[in-house]
């Protein structure tokens, strides 16, 4: 049962991923405004059923947002019980860049996906609700963690300044030379454990 759920999983990721890839494409060969959810499925060789599964608006495939590990990493987190808060944070950041390391990101998608957020209002409206729903994912992974409501003070923290450090990564990866985004995240945990003191 769990290898069929496994394999389920990868699909549901490759088709997320196909889409996106798709949406993005379309979006710099042809113009955002000239896209539509038609085209984007056509060339992903999806119906737009299956793309409105996966995405609720053009915008929001355009956005690679991180994806939520496997549910038997986020298990592990969760179980691994009681913690400094430093230390969750840590451990959530670790889960994340895990994931990241067997989905790495592509330094020209992402930076194509900020150049278009850059220039259209509707995508970048698209990428912070895309940042906050993910955040609101890993408070509610924290939470399960700690003890705490989802929507209590230290579940929410951690998960933003976990998604900061991500986002920062990123960011700077869009604008390096490195191909891999990993190093470019390492360091934004290299300052926030000097921020934190550790």
Known sequence: MAKTEGLRERRRRQTHREIQEAALRLAVE???AKVTVEMISAEAGVSTRTFFNY???KEAAIIAM???PPDEDVAAFATAGPADPGD???DLI???LRDMARHPPERGALHAMFALGQEHPAVLAAMLAGFEGFQRQLAVTVAARTGDQPQDEMPRLIAGLALAVI???MENFTTGEDDNAIPY???AVTTLRALLGR
Do not use: A, K
Request: proline share 10%; no cysteine; charged share 20%.
């Open 55 to 57: 995405f609720p608006s």
């Open 94 to 96: 670790g889960l994340l």
């Open 66 to 68: 991180p994806q939520m």
């Open 167 to 169: 986002r920062t990564g």
């Open 88 to 90: 969750v944070l840590l």
């Open 30 to 32: 042809r113009g955002f």
């Open 185 to 187: 995240v390492e360091r």
